[in-house]
């Protein structure tokens, strides 16, 4: 199973350009399309399943016509979207036996069965009967993977899902999605790279509407690797440093900045080689697209 996206254009009434020829080839398994935020992400997953028109371009999804046979595509689709709403005073047991309705399981029983292995299955059983405007952000989270796993999809969807979860929330939130992805499409569409790293045999950085690459984590890195240099200089230094360095990242530890270059040659100035990191191969691409600095 594949979906292969091919020259997808999108340009918003206002002028935006929201991709811009974007071809992306996703096997099966866990693939997370990483960018910044406006990169593109969302009104691509919307593309995708079926919720918004590109202008041209294709996506296959198994011989499936993505764009014009939507109702083959809905039927094998699971989507989380990014503003995930829910009805606060429906417990997770009734709306998810009304989605299972919708989604064309007409027999009770046997939607009383789906809806009970759902709930064990994102670790929610105990919490059916709560209403889901008492849930946490993980619980939502969870919630909100067990309604796009309501019929058995092919392909799942998830936008921007780890947002506002605190680590604990975000590993086990995590632990579920790796499970999923064992015989599925996943895409997992996030700004950060850490969801990538942990999750993800396949990748890709979107920024501008534009694809910068697309592999293996490991393939990223390869990309990089021997050529990141660190140093920690004081804040006041950064604008110097810019003007002779390919700066590709900063971070603030106890005052003062540690600055990350990328250079094909030692840089020499009090740099040392460091160990390349996905974050590394996430920076080294967009910085050529956008300023590192303000993202
Ligand atoms: P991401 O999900 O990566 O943050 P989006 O796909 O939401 O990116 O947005 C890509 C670009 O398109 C951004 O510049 C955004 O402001 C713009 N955009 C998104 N939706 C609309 C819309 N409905 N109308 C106009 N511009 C939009």
Request: net charge positive.
């Given at each position: 199973?594949?979906?292969?996206?091919?020259?997808?254009?999108?340009?918003y009434p206002n002028g935006v350009?929201?991709?811009?020829?974007?071809?992306?080839?996703?096997?099966?398994?866990?693939?997370?399309?990483?960018?910044p935020n406006g990169a593109g992400k969302s009104t691509l997953m919307r593309t995708i399943a079926t919720l918004q028109e590109a202008d041209s371009g294709s996506i296959q999804l198994d011989g499936i016509d993505v764009l014009h046979d939507k109702q083959a595509v809905r039927e094998r689709l699971g989507y989380l979207p990014q503003d995930f709403g829910l009805y606060p005073r429906i417990n997770a047991e009734t709306m998810l036996d009304h989605i299972a309705q919708m989604k064309g399981i007409g027999n009770k029983s046997e939607?009383?069965?789906?809806?009970?292995s759902l709930l064990n299955r994102v670790n929610l059983f105990k919490d059916r009967k709560k209403a889901l405007g008492t849930y946490s952000g993980g619980m939502r989270q969870r919630f909100g993977i067990a309604q796009a796993l309501v019929g058995n999809p092919s392909l799942i969807i998830v936008d921007e899902p780890t947002a506002g979860l605190d680590p604990s929330e975000r590993n086990r939130f995590y632990n579920l999605l790796s499970e999923i992805g064992e015989n599925t499409i996943v895409i997992l569409s996030t700004h950060i790279v850490e969801d990538v790293n942990t999750l993800c045999s396949n990748m890709a950085i979107i920024c501008t509407g534009e694809v910068l690459m697309q592999g293996t984590p490991k393939e990223g890195l390869a990309l990089v690797n021997g050529k990141i240099y660190q140093k920690t200089i004081e804040k006041s230094e950064l604008d110097h440093y810019r003007k002779d360095f390919h700066v590709i990242s900063t971070k603030l530890i106890s005052g003062k900045l540690s600055l990350r270059i990328e250079s094909e040659s030692d840089p020499g100035n009090g740099f040392e080689p460091a160990a390349a990191d996905l974050e590394d191969v996430y920076f080294s691409f967009i910085s050529k697209k956008v300023d590192p600095i303000t993202i």
């Open positions: 199973m594949e979906l292969i996206i091919n020259n997808l254009s999108k340009t350009k929201a991709l811009n020829g974007v071809s992306l080839t996703i096997p099966q398994g866990m693939f997370g399309l990483l960018g939607r009383k069965e789906v809806v009970a």
